[in-house]
């Protein structure tokens, strides 16, 4: 495994991080525990959660399946989607966020949290109540680090303005969906986020699996995978990522990695990890052989310049 510093901060997590969303939804604790076991086998140390994955099940399994192995890695969870009706069930307020804080250290059964992520803008709060409830939590020793999702540029600026000026803590990781076929980061948010120093974490880095070498065009998609579990509860996104223009860019990008000795597997997670503003790569597994192959995969092509220029090439 290889290790990076998350952003400008002194926390060392694996090149390669493990993506729980699929606990407490595709995944019982048996098969969670599975993925978890294999995960830190392969040396990986940076597990990422949030407090609505599963209904809280994530945070519980993960938890549960570390048990005295917690203090060996590193636990990212989230907070402010909702997780239920009503106004005090979402959002950055202090309010909020302590209730959060609270629910989420319960399910993991920890004490305190290496990482904890704003899993989506609050427009109805001011971000100087956001930092500032999230810094005394730092202060208190219950959260290390602190981090954001889905911020665009202006938010990632804003908030690193109002954090340095007004003495909070900083925000020093920032998670966007991004993949060879989801590259709306790459204007705006890359450039903010190595500017203001944050480690960026890719979700979604195999656009759904559909970037696995699984799937085939024209054929039905494989019973049990994610995208055939999405096809009826989100019909528009899987049209979307299975439209003719993706299987030809797939094509191409298959031939590409095959013409250098690798697989389209190997292609979309070590094209995000050549990138040394990423601290580490979010994938999910629901198999731990799926843990091996994401884990050689992400360290397995260092690509060049060149590379670079024929996989834009080939996208268009």
């Known amino acids: 495994m290889q290790y990076r510093r998350l952003g400008d901060s002194g926390l060392e997590v694996s090149l390669a991080g493990l993506g729980t969303n699929n606990f407490g939804m595709r995944l019982d604790y048996e098969g969670s525990k599975s993925v978890v076991d294999a995960a830190l086998d392969a040396g990986i140390n940076f597990f990422d959660t949030a407090d609505i994955y599963g209904g809280g099940r994530s945070e519980e399994f993960l938890g549960k399946a570390l048990g005295a192995r917690r203090e060996d890695v590193l636990i990212a969870t989230k907070f402010a989607m909702p997780v239920g009706d009503g106004p ?5 307020s202090r309010h ?33 109540e956001t930092l500032d409830a999230l810094s005394d939590l730092v202060h208190r020793g219950m959260v290390r680090y602190i981090g954001h999702s889905n911020f665009s540029g202006w938010q990632i600026a804003d908030a690193d303005w109002t954090a340095r000026s007004k003495g909070y803590a900083r925000f020093v990781s920032a998670q966007n969906e991004w993949s060879l076929l989801e590259r709306k980061i790459e204007p705006e ?29 024209g054929a039905d998609l494989p019973e049990g995978t994610r995208l055939a579990a999405w ?73 060049s310049a060149d590379d670079f220029a024929a996989v834009d090439e080939i996208l268009g």
Request: charged letters at 20%; glycine letters at 8%; one cysteine or more.
């Open 88 to 92: 005090f069930t979402r959002g950055g």
């Open 231 to 303: 096809a009826q509860a989100m019909p528009a996104r899987i049209g979307a990522l299975t439209s003719d223009a993706n299987w030809d860019k797939l094509d191409g990008l298959t031939r590409f990695a095959e013409d250098n000795g690798h697989t389209i597997l190997d292609l979309a997670l070590s094209w995000l990890a050549s990138d040394q503003a990423v601290s580490s790569v979010i994938a999910g597994a629901t198999r731990p052989e799926q843990i091996e192959a994401n884990v050689a995969s992400t360290l397995s092509w260092q690509l």
């Open 189 to 217: 948010i890359m450039p903010a986020c190595r500017q203001f120093g944050l480690g960026q974490l890719p979700f979604f880095p195999l656009a759904s699996g559909f970037l696995t070498g699984k799937y085939t065009r």
């Open 96 to 128: 909020y966020i302590e209730k959060a804080i609270a629910r989420s250290l319960k399910r993991l059964g920890t004490d305190y949290i290496d990482v904890y992520q704003m899993h989506q803008p609050d427009p109805k709060t001011p971000i100087e």
